[in-house]
């Protein structure tokens, strides 16, 4: 170790108040003792596992039982030589520092020599003879070894100084805490307004308002019999006796009426003729769907051209329209519209 690494450590060692570390070069007595276990169990995992020297395989051509046994402590030690020789290398595993790391990889690697070992066991119980070769009882007591040099150092004396005084860093986001969930707010559905009914002029029905235009469209037939018998003849001269004979007490209102209805054709059986046109009722088919709105002209319902209307009165650029549940309101686009 030279003079300027030295003080470097001293330097560090008196910033975080922790007596200065001594090792075997860079490298810590733990790490030499890790480092050393590894080889050792390195160099034995060549030899056979199973059965006899000669035909029984190795942990290396078996299978890829390889990777947990030997091939993640060997990365486990890799790593930790790395960052001693290069310490603003390889820092972390994910989010598992590189102490983390090996610890994990040697604890995975005892377990399953030991599950070799128990797999042994079981066949002796049932009388199939002991299956595991001295190379699993060797390799179990190695990874169990280091298990003791990385899970157990912070709390052995002779290892426990590596972990002490280490400079404070910020953890890996997955290695921090974790955050307070929150409950997902509830749902609430808004409650839906009450439905205000619009309020309607009351029509005449459209059987009463058709019988009312055909009543004053066609006039009495007794009245037209008794215009025939005695107004008809209007080519002649009328002249009208000193003495009108009396009419029948049924007959002055009709004939006069009848008589008015002739010489002023114009006066009341036109506009009769146009109520009844106006108030006949009748079916509509638009072409498109279309509003049907009340008199301050907010949307009641809707027809369209899959179904007819009743329109109940024509009032020449308004319909109005009773929907099949009663209500009513005024088209107000009456274009294209077929009557039925």
């Known amino acids: 170790m030279t003079d300027e690494k030295q003080g470097e450590n ?14 075997v070069g860079p ?68 989010s598992l520092g590189i102490d983390q790391f090996a610890s994990v990889a040697f604890s995975v690697a005892t377990v399953l020599w030991l599950s070799i070992l128990w797999n042994s066991f079981v066949r002796l119980s049932v009388g199939q003879g002991f299956l595991a070769s001295w190379v699993v009882w060797v390799e179990f007591f190695l990874m169990l070894a280091g298990v003791v040099l990385t899970v157990a150092a912070p709390f052995i004396a002779p290892f426990a100084q590596d972990f002490r005084g280490r400079p404070e860093v910020p953890a890996h986001r997955s290695a921090r805490p974790v955050r307070r969930v929150s409950p997902r ?77 002739v010489e002023n054709p114009t006066s009341t059986v036109e506009p009769a003729a146009a109520t009844a046109a106006q108030h006949q009722a009748f079916w509509a088919l638009v072409p498109e769907e279309r509003d049907i709105v009340d008199e301050i002209g907010i949307p009641v319902f809707r027809i369209g051209p899959s179904a007819w209307a009743l329109v109940i009165e024509d009032r020449g650029d308004v319909f109005v329209v009773r929907h099949e549940d009663g209500r009513i309101g005024y088209l107000h686009d009456v274009s294209g519209v077929t009557r039925g």
């Open 10 to 23: 001293i330097d560090e060692a008196v910033a975080t108040e922790e007596p200065p570390q001594y090792g």
């Open 27 to 94: 490298f810590s007595i733990r790490e030499v003792a890790l480092v050393g276990t590894w080889i050792v169990a390195f160099v034995v995992s060549f030899f056979p596992i199973y059965g006899p020297f000669e035909s029984a395989p190795s942990v290396w051509t078996s299978g890829i039982d390889w990777v947990l046994t030997i091939g993640v402590p060997t990365i486990a030690v890799f790593l930790i030589v790395l960052r001693r020789l290069s310490p603003q290398g390889i820092r972390r595993v994910g």
């Open 185 to 261: 707010p509830a749902h609430v559905r808004p409650e839906p307004e009450p439905e205000v009914e619009p309020e309607y002029t009351p029509y005449a029905p459209a059987g009463a308002a058709t019988e009312g235009a055909e009543a004053a469209a066609t006039p009495d037939a007794s009245a037209n019999e008794d215009f025939a018998t005695t107004v008809i003849p209007l080519d002649e001269q009328v002249v009208p006796a000193e003495e009108p004979a009396t009419p029948a007490p049924n007959e002055p209102t009709q004939a006069r009426e009848s008589f008015e209805h």
